[in-house]
């Protein structure tokens, strides 16, 4: 497995401001994912971002709105830019795991944002 | 296009009674994960299970368990002798092998456990 942090884990912001989330996972992998969940709703996928390339965006999601970096194998950050109410959501990253049996996304524990 | 449906959007039980949440996944895959994570109170999302598509073997881990039934497409997830502390909302999930490892998730199915 592997094991995942994210900072913040909440956040009360302000709209038309920006926050920054960081992702830390204890060992180097290839592809991070980063998810938005809305409040009572399932996960979306915002994009995938490997090491190395730009990230890969999800219709309905774009790099001015939410940016992406990838700097090493351990570490992603995501962006929520110019902050509305309407981006109050969890935000997880996930990390996916290669084993003999298979392929498995592990998750961070979410970053909880409330936008006023 | 792959589709996961959690038809069950909440149940309730009381404690020590048996409960079974379903799932029905649509793929063109031939390959493909299927998953169940379980997201407590507190927002993260914890791992259980990954099942190949090439492996139909039901699994038992304590008072979990799981069906899958890939003539009906159903991955169905059991809890035994429910406690409170299964109180949490359980999502099936689905990674086809040409999806681009993306994984895609059902609804979601809310479990109440009442002392």
């Known amino acids: 497995s592997a094991v995942i942090s994210q900072k913040p884990s909440r956040d009360i912001c302000q709209r038309g401001t920006s926050l920054t989330i960081q992702c830390q996972v204890d060992?180097?992998?290839?592809?991070m994912f980063w998810y938005r969940q809305q409040p009572g709703q399932s996960l979306t996928l915002i994009a995938t971002a490997n090491q190395g390339s730009e990230a890969t965006y999800e219709s309905g999601f774009v790099i001015d709105k939410f940016p992406i970096s990838r700097p090493n194998l351990t570490f992603s950050t995501l962006t929520v830019s110019n902050m509305s109410p309407e981006d109050s959501s969890i935000y997880l990253c996930?990390?996916?795991?290669?084993?003999?049996?298979?392929?498995?996304?592990?998750f961070g524990p979410g970053t909880r944002l409330t936008v006023l | 296009a792959q589709k996961v449906t959690q038809a069950q959007t909440e149940i309730s039980v009381v404690e020590k009674e048996d409960v079974t949440l379903d799932c029905v996944y649509e793929?063109?895959?031939?390959?493909?994960?299927l998953f169940w994570y379980k997201q407590p109170p507190s927002g993260e999302l914890v791992f259980l299970i990954r099942?190949?598509?090439?492996?139909?073997q039901n699994e038992i881990s304590g008072r979990y368990s799981w069906n899958f039934q890939k003539s009906t497409s159903s991955f169905n997830f059991t809890i035994t002798a429910s406690q409170v502390v299964d109180s949490a909302v359980y999502f099936c999930?689905?990674?086809?092998?040409?999806?681009?490892?993306?994984?895609?998730f059902g609804g979601g199915t809310r479990l109440m456990v009442k002392p």
């Open positions: 060992s180097q992998v290839t592809m």
């Open positions: 996930s990390v996916e795991v290669l084993l003999p049996e298979g392929v498995t996304q592990y």
């Open positions: 999930a689905l990674i086809g092998n040409n999806a681009g490892n993306m994984l895609t």
């Open positions: 099942r190949n598509s090439f492996d139909e």
């Open positions: 793929t063109r895959d031939t390959t493909y994960y």
